[in-house]
């Protein structure tokens, strides 16, 4: 494992630990370093708001995966004092050579049985894999997702008869009250939907200004549904048909509610093996609907230029117990690299990974990872966008031939004389606002640059547009956001 400022920050439960641990070692609050002879322990003491200091240690012992201790009764794991260690380690501070401490050496033991009963448990979980659930009870479930599509079929018809423009006169608490009844159904992607219409009806109530945009919003949902329903009831009555009832490897099944876990992605072959990623950019929203902040990173395989993203979600009842996440700089080395079924961009999961800091040769393979010009970008995301079961936007990396301004619009041309427009996407909210950063660039863009953003079609004028993220160069990565 290699130490650096982004893998600590990586480890912290949240930016504001992460800043309290770096002012703890600017302070110097930190005494009696000291290491083991291999390098794979290290341990200092902290002092506290009490007399009696805490005692602090970081274990390597395990690769990829430091194992941080500490006797202070923070509930943050790590806590602000193992934070503050790893920076006295960054900072190369003097840690005396000694013997590891005889609680440590106990707790190692005790780590080491466990890990070997665990690999234990998953060689037997290998040879003989869990029973799935019951047929008659997977069965029962299917139909009850199919009785629940035919309630919110009936919904989603009326509104296209009669039009979105007769949501003004409804009451949001319909389509709130119908959201809640399908999560009986275990449809909880058709619940957001609902959520996310009545969402729709309360800003058009609350600023009519606005309800040609919502309306807008709400026919692209209800279209998205409508094609959902479609689908999904002919992909429940096959399984039910030929009496398959376990998750398959199809869009759908997630659309529908479905929640992946990594066995059942190992089992239909989505994954792949060792795996360089770069993260390109990363950024932070809040669903309003799910009530729930997601944050997102863009990473891009230097292997094959495939580039996907990485969701934490953050429900806000549950906050306190979920990690942030955050950039990360850094490259990562994935030996299993789970991949969500899907078109287009597709989330990514791992549970192992080694970290390290990027070489100038990758740094410099990056930018050739781009689609070759606009017209090849262009032409990928409208037959994402066709989709109805796909977001209305595609991550990109393309090549940049000049970089400037249009009159007040910011253009990119490709060295073949392609041109797109660059802007921000309004329904990101100004937030998320960074097409004017672009004029912030201290000089003119290094040839061999790319940029990395979301390609869109804007509603506004049918323009197909860029939002810019990052500028990937041959010798850094800058970052628009955050």
């Not at 934070?83 to 003097?94: C, I, P, Q, S, V």
């Not at 992909?235 to 066995?263: H, I």
């Not at 580039?307 to 996440?325: C, F, G, H, S, W």
Request: glycine residues 8%.
């Amino acid at each position: 494992m290699e130490l650096t400022e982004s893998f600590i920050l990586s480890q912290a439960p949240n930016p504001a630990a992460a800043e309290n641990g770096r002012k703890l070692s600017r302070k110097g609050s930190f005494s009696g370093h000291h290491k083991d002879a291999g390098g794979t322990l290290f341990w200092a003491d902290c002092a506290g708001s009490g007399k009696t200091p805490y005692h602090v240690s970081i274990d390597l012992s395990g690769g990829g995966d430091p194992v941080c201790r500490c006797s202070c009764p923070s509930r943050q794991f790590p806590c602000k004092h193992a934070l503050g260690l790893y920076f006295e380690m960054l900072a190369e501070k003097d840690f005396a050579v000694a013997d590891i401490p005889q609680d440590i050496a106990e707790k190692r033991q005790k780590q080491a049985q466990r890990a070997e009963k665990q690999a234990e448990r998953r060689e037997k979980a290998a040879k003989s894999p869990p029973k799935p659930a019951s047929a008659a009870a997977q069965k029962k479930k299917l139909d009850k997702q199919l009785q629940g599509l035919d309630q919110a079929e009936r919904m989603v018809d009326e509104l296209l008869t009669a039009g979105v423009a007769t949501m003004a006169g409804a009451s949001a608490q319909t389509y709130e009250k119908l959201a809640k009844e399908l999560g009986n159904y275990y449809l909880t992607g058709a619940q957001t939907a609902f959520e996310r219409i009545a969402l729709t009806v309360r800003s058009i109530q609350k600023d009519p200004e606005q309800a040609e945009q919502c309306y807008a919003q709400a026919l692209q949902i209800l279209i998205a549904l409508h094609s959902t329903i479609k689908r999904s009831r002919a992909f429940l009555q096959q399984k039910l048909d030929a009496k398959a009832y376990s998750a398959e490897d199809t869009v759908l099944f997630e659309a529908m509610g479905g929640v992946w876990r990594l066995e059942d992605l190992h089992a239909v072959g989505a994954y792949r093996e060792n795996v360089r990623l770069v993260q390109l950019a990363f950024d932070v929203s809040y669903d309003e609907a799910k009530r729930e902040y997601v944050e997102r990173g863009w990473w891009i395989d230097l292997g094959t230029g495939r580039i996907d993203q990485t969701r934490n979600l953050r429900p806000v009842k549950a906050m306190k117990y979920i990690k942030a996440e955050d950039s990360r700089f850094d490259l990562l080395e994935v030996p299993i690299l789970y991949t969500y079924p899907g078109e287009g961009s597709c989330r990514i999961r791992w549970e192992d990974c080694a970290s390290r800091s990027i070489t100038p040769e990758e740094q410099a393979a990056l930018p050739a990872l781009a689609q070759p010009d606009l017209a090849a970008a262009v032409k990928m995301v409208k037959g994402q966008i066709k989709n109805t079961l796909l977001p209305k936007y595609a991550p990109v990396l393309v090549p940049i031939g000049q970089l400037g301004t249009v009159g007040e619009e910011f253009v990119l041309e490709d060295a073949a004389g392609g041109r797109i427009q660059l802007r921000d996407r309004r329904e990101d909210g100004a937030d998320h606002a960074s097409t004017a950063r672009l004029a912030m660039l201290p000089e003119a863009v290094p040839p061999g640059s790319a940029l990395f953003g979301l390609m869109f079609y804007d509603n506004a004028d049918g323009h197909i547009c860029l939002h810019p993220y990052s500028l990937v160069t041959p010798r850094q990565t800058i970052r628009l956001l955050y």
